[in-house]
């Protein structure tokens, strides 16, 4: 792949008031359009010393802005190449002004991530790591930023490279052994490769664990309020985003559509959805959310079951059967402030007797729900909240947590972690080419035969890591960076 000479420049700040901005120039004329801005009698300070200057106008020189100027000497700066960094004032002129001279005495208007797109292309940064740099950026969540930030810290990579290297060595050893074919004692035992690539597999296997919560991390588990009209839900859920965006009214069937929030519980992202509640007799635009409600429960990651407390945990057939079998549910006791009182207001006015159900063994999801189906589910956890004193969020937001997000907490904070789908891809193909290597060889299949599936393991790896870069790869990587990164 061609490395580009020219040099490009761009605002790396967000658009808008700010107190400062930064303009960006890489490539190998950087330094001669910078100097170019300056007075004649002024010069360019020394590299990583950075020293206020005067910006002047190419044209007619007159001052656009007083900026830090920060000089970074390839191969030591963030692409490899000679890069500069203006300082500027920030707001709606002063970042173009800046951007706009620039581009008036040579150099060329940046593409988005073209930056970064350069630091890979001179090494100084692998794919994984490219990856994390938009991740760290674009975190929503403690739990990806925290990801993100270990894998910009070559944390992954340095997994993955351990990982190939492994796949390299057994291809070493395998090489000893179909050396000496003829000789009794071969100096390495196929048994012994075979085994060697069975720790490698297992070693795959435990990465590649980390990869259904990893691509979470991303996009926020989906955690849907279930539950009969007026149970609570809606105030739940204002209570959890801590805002009222949900409307939240006496009478039952009100919220008719999805709402959905993103939030963070005990630093993971979730996104939080009140839907419509679902009762066999709905009809009407009322059936229009419950048909909403439905599709959503099926994507959930996790649903909240909200039933007054004292009243009856009696879970819809429409529910259960919505439910996938993989979703944590967890039975919320609402309205927590009024049990306890003698009695509860169901919201409609009517005061109904308060039971000991909670904590009273597991309850079952409607066991008559679908005789052919499992009878009984298991409550994955319960909890009892109100909305109205809070009480019970912060142990739900812990539940919610640890039901989604357990095997990530469990693991070292700096262990690497399979963010994406093209990181499990390529580990499941390297996972999937040494279990074929195995198999090949317990088959009988000759040595150097099985021994392609080897190769292909090491390839599925070094694709991961960019070490073979292919073009489309660098597209859809690249693809949502923005100008200036
Ligand atoms: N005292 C009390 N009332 C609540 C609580 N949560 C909800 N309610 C009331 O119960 C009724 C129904 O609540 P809502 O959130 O709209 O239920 P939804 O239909 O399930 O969304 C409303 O009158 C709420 O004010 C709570 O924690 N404590
Ligand atoms: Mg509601």
């Not at 996104?271 to 959930?300: P, S």
């Not at 693991?411 to 399979?418: E, N, Q, R, S, Y």
């Amino acid at each position: 792949m061609p490395i580009e000479v020219d040099t490009i420049a761009a605002i790396s700040t967000p658009e808008g008031l700010g107190a400062v901005a930064l303009v960006r120039l890489t490539g190998p004329d950087a330094t001669r359009v910078v100097e170019s801005l300056l007075a004649a009698d002024a010069s360019l300070p020394a590299p990583r010393r950075p020293a206020v200057r005067e910006l002047l106008d190419p044209e007619d020189g007159t001052l656009l802005d007083r900026a830090l100027v920060t000089r970074f000497e390839g191969p030591a700066s963030y692409t490899g190449e000679d890069l500069i960094e203006l300082s500027c004032h920030g707001g709606r002129v002063v970042p173009h002004l800046v951007l706009e001279a620039c581009l008036a005495v040579g150099a060329r208007r940046a593409e988005p991530g073209e930056f970064t797109r350069r630091a890979y292309l001179h090494g100084k940064l692998d794919l994984v790591q490219v990856e994390a740099i938009a991740d760290v950026i674009e975190a929503r969540s403690r739990a990806l930023h925290r990801a993100a930030i270990h894998q910009l810290d070559r944390n992954l990579s340095s997994r993955v490279s351990a990982l190939r290297e492994r796949i390299v060595h057994i291809e070493a050893l395998l090489a000893h052994h179909v050396d000496f074919p003829e000789e009794d004692d071969a100096p390495v035992e196929l048994g012994r490769v075979v085994e060697e690539a069975g720790r490698l597999l297992a070693e795959l296997k435990a990465l590649l664990a980390t990869a259904p919560e990893g691509e979470l991390l991303r996009a926020g588990a989906v955690v849907v309020l279930a539950g009969a009209p007026n149970a609570g839900k809606s105030s739940l859920y204002n209570a959890l985003i801590g805002d009222d965006r949900a409307l939240v009214t006496p009478e039952a069937g009100t919220t008719r559509d999805a709402l959905e929030a993103e939030i963070q519980m005990g630093g993971y992202p979730f996104r939080i959805v009140d839907t419509a509640g679902i009762r066999d007799e709905a009809a009407g635009i009322e059936r229009l959310g419950i048909e909403v409600a439905e599709r959503y429960l099926k994507r959930a990651h996790a649903v909240l079951f909200c039933v007054p407390a004292g009243m009856d945990p009696e879970v819809p057939a429409a529910v259960v059967e919505a439910i996938e079998p993989g979703t944590a549910v967890v039975l919320v006791r609402t309205k927590a402030d009024l049990a306890g009182r003698g009695g509860y207001d169901a919201g409609n006015g009517e005061i109904g007797e308060p039971d000991d159900v909670l904590g009273a063994g597991p309850v079952g999801l409607d066991a008559d729900a679908d005789p052919a189906g499992p009878a009984e589910r298991a409550w994955d956890g319960r909890v009892e909240v109100s909305a109205v004193t809070g009480s019970g969020l912060g142990a739900l937001r812990s539940l919610l947590a640890e039901l989604v997000y357990g095997r990530l907490s469990a693991i070292p904070i700096d262990a690497p972690v399979l963010t994406r789908r093209r990181h499990a891809r390529a580990l499941a193909s390297a996972a999937t080419e040494v279990e074929g290597f195995m198999i090949g060889v317990e088959e009988g299949l000759p040595a150097e035969v099985a021994a392609t599936h080897l190769r292909s393991a090491e390839t599925a790896l070094e694709e991961l890591l960019g070490v073979v870069s292919v073009d489309d790869v660098l597209d859809v990587v690249f693809r949502d960076f923005c100008i200036g990164k």
